[in-house]
């Protein structure tokens, strides 16, 4: 009690400097309770895979299982058919093919846009930008004609070939290329290096923050992709994890939501394994482009 006291003789509540402390710890703990309550979710969907469908919706929620059912995992990557395992292998590689390529011709095309000089380049990236704005729905039909005359329909092709490209990509890394000062092009031009060369060795290193970024964007865009696989796959052999997700439903057509849940955690797992290995540049690379126009 004398420790708080002293505490609040020191914070002058009536002053401007108490009124910002007093706000600011209101503030911290708005921001705690918000951030426990998305969190509530997560506890719930974990919890969920542990139990019996029968405790599912159990009120009050039992949210540490008395017996946690461990073998509700093993059903879902083991026990289906095709196995979970399928989807998972399926989604890595379309997610790792994209995300590689999205991140080379995003790259080239920004630097392009960002330091190089030719007639109508403004021009041409505002172009570039305005496919933004055409929403995927206006694309199904098209390319759902084109896929089956090129005969990459019901393939994985179908899925990868159209996200090589992202106008948001090239925009995200075009302005982080603009931060980057052009003296340093310039004494490598200087020096005898190409451009490519300058692009491959001198811009593209300090650019991390933004690659890195684009790459935990495209990451997870391309696993919870589910539109494209609902419309370009009907071999269940080819589903991806969302189309897989749609798999446990009984012959009564009742759902499993334990299953559900355990494949939704073991779902969740890559995204944040990514997350966690980028987020040392995520927010600076999200960030840094944005001042510059």
Same mark, same amino acid.
């Given at each position: 009690m ?19 402390? &007093? ?7 708005? $921001?705690?309770?918000?951030?426990? &309550? $998305? @969190? ?11 139990k ?5 919706y ?19 990557? @083991? ?6 395992? +399928? ?7 379309i /997610? ?5 390529? #999205? ?5 080239? %095309? %920004? ?10 380049? #403004?021009? !041409?990236? @505002? ?5 933004? $704005? +055409? ?9 759902? $004609?084109?896929? *089956? ?8 092709? /179908? ?10 990509g090239?925009?995200?890394? *075009? ?13 490598? *031009?200087?020096?005898? /290096?190409?451009?490519? *060369? ?15 970024? !684009? ?29 897989g997700?749609?798999?446990? +439903?009984?012959? %009564? ?8 849940? %355990? ?5 969740? !797992?890559?995204?944040? +394994? ?5 987020q040392?540049?995520?927010?600076e ?9």
């Amino acid at each position: 009690m004398k420790l708080l006291r002293n505490f609040s003789a020191r914070l002058p509540f009536g002053s401007n400097a108490g009124r910002k402390v &007093a706000f600011k710890s209101l503030g911290t703990v708005i $921001m705690a309770v918000l951030g426990l &309550a $998305m @969190l509530v979710p997560f506890f719930w969907m974990i919890s969920t895979s542990l139990k019996i469908q029968g405790d599912v919706y159990k009120f009050p929620v039992e949210w540490f299982p008395k017996l946690p059912q461990f073998g509700n995992y093993k059903t879902v990557w @083991l026990d289906q058919d095709p196995p979970f395992f +399928i989807y998972y292998w399926n989604s890595i590689k379309i /997610a790792v093919i994209c995300v590689i390529g #999205d991140l080379i011709t995003s790259s080239l %095309a %920004a630097y392009a846009f960002a330091r190089l000089q030719f007639k109508g380049r #403004d021009q !041409l990236f @505002l172009l570039y930008l305005v496919t933004m $704005m +055409i929403p995927f729905q206006v694309l199904m039909v098209p390319q759902f $004609m084109l896929f *089956r005359w090129m005969g990459i329909y019901n393939t994985h092709w /179908a899925l990868i070939l159209p996200r090589l490209f992202t106008p948001l990509g090239t925009f995200l890394l *075009r302005q982080y290329f603009l931060t980057v000062p052009f003296e340093l092009s310039e004494a490598a *031009r200087v020096d005898g /290096a190409s451009e490519f *060369r300058t692009f491959w060795q001198i811009v593209l290193p300090l650019a991390k923050p933004a690659l890195a970024s !684009l790459a935990i964007l495209s990451f997870v865009w391309r696993w919870n992709d589910y539109e494209g696989p609902l419309i370009f796959l009907t071999n269940r052999q080819l589903y991806t994890v969302p189309l897989g997700l749609t798999n446990f +439903i009984d012959e %009564a057509g009742n759902q499993q939501d334990t299953l559900i849940m %355990a494949a939704s955690v073991s779902a969740f !797992l890559p995204i944040l +394994i990514v997350f966690l290995l980028g987020q040392k540049y995520f927010i600076e690379g999200i960030t840094a482009g944005s001042v510059k126009g």
